[in-house]
């Protein structure tokens, strides 16, 4: 017998064994796949409108249906890892940002065909990221997908814009990502990450206005900006590609830190659950339904 044929049986016997320890009747290992998924936001400037990255699949399962870039995690890298690395292979662009913000393992979610032949299942369990992406670099199609593109979120009325029948929980994570992004600005310096490395105040303001849909005072506003300790300093220098302009020139500022802060500003639409000031900070990763998705009818 050669050593292929010894090599061909013993593996075989192996496989085997493995699917009578790990999937028995009693499963007492069942198999389960971690997996990362993307919501990628971005500023569209000229509609002033916040945008998310979706692609259409072109495989199985839920092929034709939107979904959110993601993949599975490799047995050599962290979620981190895997969440970039998976990000710039199905769109060819990189974020500027990027932070994991919720698991989601229900058991109904994903239940994925792992060997046709008997029919064995795994449940996948995936690691939701937020992102930001701040160039224009022209988006790149992989081959599992048939079309990708910047879709608007508006706060009402979201089937408007984007397509409600998306893959797998895909839309329910993105109603959270979007919520989770509304609620932060109220307590973290994340605004800033829209915006490139110099920045003015008003700048500032319009990314709240624009992810908020509201108007802002300008003087109360900003007052409130310059308060927080650690978050932007002034820049003597402004950036290298600005525009001459007549009068007075602008006031340029930097990141210094993303801090976390007692609430800077109030969203004057964040009410909506907002009845115990002093356990709104506490119950706040739970808080998903802050700004509610009202579905067109």
């Known amino acids: 017998m050669t050593n292929n044929i010894m090599f061909f049986l013993y593996y075989s016997l192996l496989s085997k064994a493995s699917i ?9 290992f069942p198999v389960s796949l971690n997996a990362v998924n993307v919501v990628c936001f971005k500023i569209d400037w000229e509609e002033k409108m916040l945008n998310v990255l979706l692609l259409k699949r072109s495989i199985v399962p839920q092929k034709n249906k939107w979904s959110l870039p993601g993949g599975f995690v490799q047995g050599n890298e962290t979620l981190e890892e895997a969440a970039r690395r998976i990000f710039v292979t199905e769109t060819g662009i990189s974020p500027a940002y990027l932070s994991q913000f919720r698991s989601y ?17 795994a449940r996948v369990v995936t690691t939701a990221f937020t992102a930001i992406y701040t160039s224009d670099e022209e988006l790149q199609l992989d081959d599992d997908s048939e079309d990708i593109g910047w879709f608007k979120i508006p706060r009402r009325y979201l089937s408007r814009s984007i397509p409600e029948n998306m893959a797998f929980d895909h839309h329910d994570m993105l109603v959270e990502a979007s919520n989770r992004l509304r609620i932060s600005l109220e307590y973290s310096g994340l605004a800033t990450r829209f915006l490139p490395e110099h920045f003015t105040l008003g700048q500032i303001q319009d990314i709240y206005e624009i992810i908020w849909e509201v108007e802002l005072d300008p003087a109360n506003f900003r ?75």
Not at 105 to 118: A, C, T
Not at 284 to 289: M, P, Q, S, V
């Open 105 to 121: 393992s229900d058991i109904k979610r994903d239940n994925r065909i792992i060997n046709e032949h008997s029919g064995q299942k």
């Open 223 to 297: 007052e409130k900006l310059t308060n927080v300790e650690g978050w932007i300093k002034e820049s003597k220098a402004g950036p290298k590609d600005a525009e001459p302009r007549r009068g007075k020139p602008p006031t340029w500022y930097k990141e210094h830190d993303i801090p976390q802060f007692d609430r800077m500003i109030t969203n004057p639409n964040g009410a909506v659950i907002r009845e115990k000031e002093s356990e709104y900070q506490k119950n706040l990763d739970n808080l998903t339904g802050e700004i509610p998705i009202i579905k067109e009818k």
């Open 20 to 28: 009578i320890i790990f999937m028995g009747k009693s499963e007492r």
